[in-house]
């Protein structure tokens, strides 16, 4: 009988040293798979942080054109110099404020002065 525990000890035992190789060699590629995971999950984030700067960078552009073509619309608008020299006068404010003020509601003296006094 105690030939036979040596003998069963022994195939136990080389079992288990086989079941940690193979747990070590398991681990390894829970490793890598791991990593891969990561690489591919940064490679879509870094694909979806330049589409979002792209599309910031695309309202910007957007918002700036037309604020450019809103000055352009406002500089087609006559004014008179009196108008802007009462408005300065009465309201105490620059010049250019009083014209841009003037220019917005498309020269009428009273609705510019109404606006600035509220």
């Known amino acids: 009988m105690a030939d036979e525990e040596v003998v069963n000890g022994g195939t136990e035992d080389s079992e288990e040293k086989s079941q940690k190789k193979s747990a070590k060699h398991d681990s390894g590629a829970a490793d890598l798979e791991r ?15 330049s589409g979002a700067i792209s599309l910031i960078g695309d309202q910007r552009n957007k918002q700036a054109a037309e604020k450019i073509a809103r000055e352009k619309e406002l500089l087609k608008v006559s004014i008179k110099k009196e108008d802007v020299d009462l408005i300065v006068r009465e309201m105490e404010i620059s010049r250019t404020k009083a014209e ?3 220019r917005e509601h498309h020269g009428n003296v009273v609705k510019a002065l109404v606006a600035l006094t509220n």
Do not use: F, G, N, P
């Not at 999950?41 to 942080?49: F, H, Y």
């Open 35 to 49: 990593v891969t995971d990561y690489a591919e999950e940064k490679e879509i984030s870094t694909q979806d942080v």
């Open 100 to 102: 841009r003020t003037l």
